[in-house]
């Protein structure tokens, strides 16, 4: 069997500690933690749910603001909510065809 065919059929665990993934998540403070795999790449972040509530709100608050600025300088026009449900509608009928 070559290796693009393997199939895990239990999940890939690390083990650590309780202590030390609160070391690793805490560290400055700022920096999430990289799982890295066998080849050095980073392929996830872990964070904590305080860090990532913070940065998804501050993510929304920095496109809220992006938005009414936009708006401010003329940039925007009315939003025709019942035309986006009928867009929405049709592209899902047409999705489902398939």
Same mark, same amino acid.
């Given at each position: 069997?070559? +290796? *693009?065919?393997?199939?895990?059929?239990?999940?890939?665990?690390? &083990?650590?500690? &309780?202590?030390?993934?609160?070391?690793?998540?805490?560290?400055?403070?700022?920096?999430?933690?990289?799982?890295?795999?066998?080849?050095?790449?980073?392929?996830? %972040?872990?964070? *904590?749910?305080s860090k990532a &509530?913070?940065?998804?709100?501050?993510?929304?608050? $920095? *496109?809220?603001?992006?938005?009414?600025?936009?708006?401010? $300088?003329?940039?925007?026009?009315?939003?025709? %909510? +019942?035309?986006?449900?009928? +867009?929405? $509608?049709?592209? &899902?009928?047409?999705?489902?065809?398939d």
């Amino acid at each position: 069997m070559i +290796e *693009s065919e393997l199939q895990y059929t239990q999940p890939m665990v690390a &083990r650590v500690t &309780r202590a030390e993934l609160q070391h690793a998540l805490e560290g400055d403070g700022e920096n999430p933690v990289y799982i890295v795999d066998a080849s050095g790449e980073p392929t996830h %972040v872990v964070l *904590s749910i305080s860090k990532a &509530r913070f940065l998804l709100d501050d993510s929304l608050e $920095r *496109s809220l603001q992006v938005g009414f600025e936009q708006s401010d $300088r003329g940039e925007s026009h009315a939003w025709d %909510v +019942e035309a986006t449900l009928s +867009e929405a $509608r049709r592209r &899902r009928a047409l999705k489902s065809k398939d």
